[in-house]
């Protein structure tokens, strides 16, 4: 239900814009995630928008240079990527919350019930 789309391989200081496109069901009352997962490490959180678009978080080591938005006319998200690192390399999930309205930015893995089956991103040094 839930479909990433933009990864692929770029150099060190480069953009990606990844994109996130959901089927069977609304963005419009659920907040949005972006998580992603190097080799051989757990997944983590990237950024999260709410279901309303006025509030997101991201994690510290992307803040500043990741934005995260989403579109509900066009029922999709994105996350724009700027200046990427080497560090940035992973499969990226997008994910869509599990509650309506939920009044604070999801940012736990738990609290999200649809993933998407992620898409690579890569950066070359």
């Known amino acids: 239900q839930l479909v990433e789309s933009g990864g692929g391989l770029v150099q060190a200081g480069g953009s990606l814009r990844l994109a996130c496109a959901v089927s069977?069901?609304?963005?419009?009352?659920?907040?949005v995630g972006w998580f992603r997962q190097a080799p051989g490490k757990e997944r983590e959180f990237v950024a999260a928008?709410?279901?309303?678009?006025?509030?997101?978080d991201y994690a510290g080591s992307v803040w500043g240079r990741f934005s995260i938005s989403k579109d509900d006319a066009k029922n999709s998200a994105c996350l724009q990527m700027n200046d990427l690192k080497p560090e940035d390399t992973a499969v990226y999930y997008c994910?869509?919350?599990?509650?309506?309205?939920?009044?604070?930015?999801?940012?736990?893995?738990?609290?999200?019930?649809?993933w998407g089956q992620g898409t690579q991103v890569t950066v070359s040094s």
């Open positions: 069977g069901r609304t963005f419009s009352s659920v907040g």
């Open positions: 994910a869509a919350d599990s509650r309506a309205f939920r009044a604070v930015v999801p940012t736990q893995s738990e609290w999200f019930k649809y």
């Open positions: 928008i709410t279901w309303n678009g006025a509030n997101s």
